[in-house]
């Protein structure tokens, strides 16, 4: 941006959760990339000896990619204008609440105001690489569920950021099959573990 703004992707607890100092957020999606429940979480959603699964994006060719999805779809989130002043703040949290095998890269944002036409911004966002140690990898859906619904970490539950953010993709009328095909299996899980 021309007065040295920055924008921010958020595709995990970021879209609903992003508990930094911001101008104004957005409806916003990228291309080239998928959301999965294949990073572990030892410092938010869970604990070393029980790690949570938040998401990571893998690049839509990656080997597990091609294999599951027949076409590329764009990956809805939130993105977040930060001003000039607030950038090294800001990032100086979130490189601490990424810390878990997350790195910043850069990213192309289509960004979707509520009327007029999108816009494409340079920015930022974490992904978790493969080979960082938190990474766990794909597992089926049902899988990641049962591991989700018993983690918890110092943010919270491991269900709740999953209901969260199925909830936040909703309401923006965004659609990702993983997350809502997880969220419906977790769901099904709790009703059965209360009866």
Avoid at 4 to 15: A, C, E, N, P
Avoid at 57 to 84: F, K, M, N, R, T
Avoid at 100 to 108: K, N, T
Avoid at 166 to 188: I, N, T
Wanted: charged share 20%.
């Amino acid at each position: 941006m021309s007065d040295g703004s920055l924008w921010i992707f958020g595709y995990g607890s970021l879209v609903w959760r992003p508990a930094f100092a911001h101008r104004r957020t957005q409806p916003a999606s990228i291309t080239g990339w998928a959301r999965r429940f294949w990073q572990g979480s030892t410092d938010h959603r869970g604990i070393p000896s029980s790690p949570g699964r938040v998401v990571t994006l893998l690049a839509d060719d990656h080997p597990a990619i091609v294999h599951e999805q027949s076409e590329s779809e764009p990956c809805w989130g939130s993105a977040y204008e930060v001003a000039a002043a607030d950038q090294e703040a800001v990032l100086a949290s979130l490189d601490h609440r990424e810390r878990g095998g997350y790195d910043r890269i850069p990213v192309e944002i289509h960004l979707q105001p509520d009327s007029g036409e999108g816009i494409v911004a340079t920015g930022l966002m974490y992904i978790a690489h493969t080979d960082n140690d938190n990474y766990l990898g794909p597992a089926t859906t049902d899988e990641i569920a049962k591991q989700i619904l018993i983690a918890a970490g110092p943010s919270g539950t491991n269900p709740e950021y999953v209901f969260e953010l199925a909830q936040s993709l909703r309401a923006m009328g965004a659609h990702d099959r993983h997350v809502f095909e997880v969220e419906s299996k977790l769901a099904r899980l709790v009703r059965e573990s209360a009866e």
